[in-house]
């Protein structure tokens, strides 16, 4: 496979480019490289036609040295071990970069949501947790959701767990509803760390966050939010796409209308505030900020030159190829790579954890402040490390998480 088609080369790639400035051992080099554990499934479903379907699934567990696995749950059509382990690695750096002590874990399972009923998808949800629940755990591997995954998906798995180890374990998964040991603040923490670090990048760089043409590719989660949170900041929104297509008003989109609007149509699209956009022209647009908040390899060789924004914040995990990647640094292009910008996700989930593990629960500032903290830091160190390395902000979070890892590495020792 090329790199712009198999995640997992492309993050060692990334990986490769900090190990060498770094002048890592080389036998860090190949622990930090090798997946500690992955697992692969079958999760038989009874579906509602009376028919038996065998889906599969995945578990990667990257690594575990700073701590307990920790990533999300997807459930996509196109979900590959290749991705799923990628998705563990980024995770290890992530949570690195960010400073949480976890280590890096992915899941995914081969389906598609959208041709599920409710009660198909729950069947599917314990069956997977099921088949996992030996290597997973509060101390072991703690999930959280990703892609077509949500609050739902992980209260059947936490009560899928809990029933298996006869009690309640909520701080077994995060991204859970609040009645069940949720954190306030949790659905919103990837989209408003996305737009923390896009307002102190404007800083760095000398223009005002307030009053930014922003761009966003994807309108789940992280892109609904991040796009909520920029207006709300001063930025306009003038572009969103989604899985079927786009919507563009040079003049800013109402991002609170336009979620009323998704709310009931599923998409973007129609919005009657906006004229149609493909949703390939979005990387074409002349924004300050673009933010791919889609899935992998979205820029690309291909597009990376038609791209005109000063900062890319990647909300997604990998949505920039490295060849894309290189082109746009060669340009001048600012770009905040996944590992720093969506880490506001894994950040807000720690929180989540230390809640569960401790049963005191904190108020939606108090998380919230602790999140801009935590996030404020990451991006000076990142942005630090790469002033002192000369080097693209991608390099230098890779610099930074592989520090962190490779030190533990060493001071843990070879077990014997």
């Known amino acids: ?7 997992y080369e492309a993050m060692l790639q990334e990986f490769a480019g900090a190990a060498r400035l770094l002048d890592l ?11 500690k554990r992955q697992i692969t499934v079958s999760c038989p479903v009874l579906m509602d036609n009376g028919q038996i379907e065998v889906f599969t699934g ?11 696995a920790k990533g999300g749950i997807r459930f996509h059509p196109d979900v590959s071990l290749e991705e799923v382990k990628a998705l563990a690695a980024w995770m290890t750096w992530k949570c690195a970069v960010a400073g949480v002590p976890f280590g890096g874990g992915k899941g995914g399972i081969i389906c598609d949501p959208t041709k599920m009923s409710p009660r198909e998808l729950e069947a599917l949800t314990r069956r997977y947790t099921a088949e996992i629940s030996d290597v997973i755990g509060p101390d072991k591997d703690v999930p959280a959701p990703d892609v077509n995954t949500n609050e739902q998906v992980m209260a059947w798995f936490m009560d899928t767990y809990s029933m298996r180890v006869g009690r309640t374990e909520t701080a077994v998964v995060t991204g859970k509803p609040i009645a069940i040991g949720g954190s306030l603040g949790r659905r919103e923490a990837t989209g408003r760390g996305v737009m923390i670090v896009v307002r102190e990048a404007a800083r760095h760089l000398g223009f005002d966050a307030s009053g930014a043409t922003v761009a966003v590719q994807g309108f789940g989660n992280v892109g609904s939010i991040s796009a909520l949170l920029l207006s709300r900041l001063g930025s306009k929104v003038v572009a969103v796409t989604d899985w079927q297509g786009g919507v563009y008003n040079p003049t800013g989109l109402s991002i609170v209308d336009l979620l009323s609007w998704t ?12 004229e149609p956009l493909p949703g390939d022209k979005i990387f074409e647009l002349d924004v300050d900020v673009l933010i791919p908040a889609a899935l992998e390899n979205q820029i690309t060789a291909a597009n990376a030159p038609t791209i005109k924004a000063r900062v890319i914040a990647e909300g997604a995990n990998g949505p920039t190829t490295p060849e894309a990647h290189q082109h746009l640094f060669d340009r001048g292009v600012f770009v905040i790579p996944d590992i720093l910008a969506n880490a506001g996700g894994v950040t807000t989930s720690y929180f989540e954890w230390v809640q569960n593990r401790h049963g005191y629960y904190w108020d939606e500032t108090d998380v919230n402040n602790r999140l801009e903290r935590w996030m404020v830091e990451a991006f000076n160190r990142v942005l630090a490390t790469s002033l002192n390395y000369k080097t693209d902000l991608r390099t230098a979070a890779y610099i930074v998480a592989i520090t962190r890892v490779a030190e533990a590495t060493r001071l843990r020792g070879m077990y014997a």
Not at 25 to 35: C, E, N, R, S, V
Not at 58 to 68: D, E, N
């Open 25 to 35: 051992d080389p036998g860090i080099w190949k622990i930090l490289t090798a997946p």
């Open 1 to 7: 496979m090329s790199t712009t088609s198999n995640p």
């Open 58 to 68: 995945y578990r990667v567990q990257h690594s575990i040295t700073l701590g307990p």
């Open 263 to 274: 709310q009931n149509h599923k998409s973007v699209v129609g919005f009657p505030e906006a």
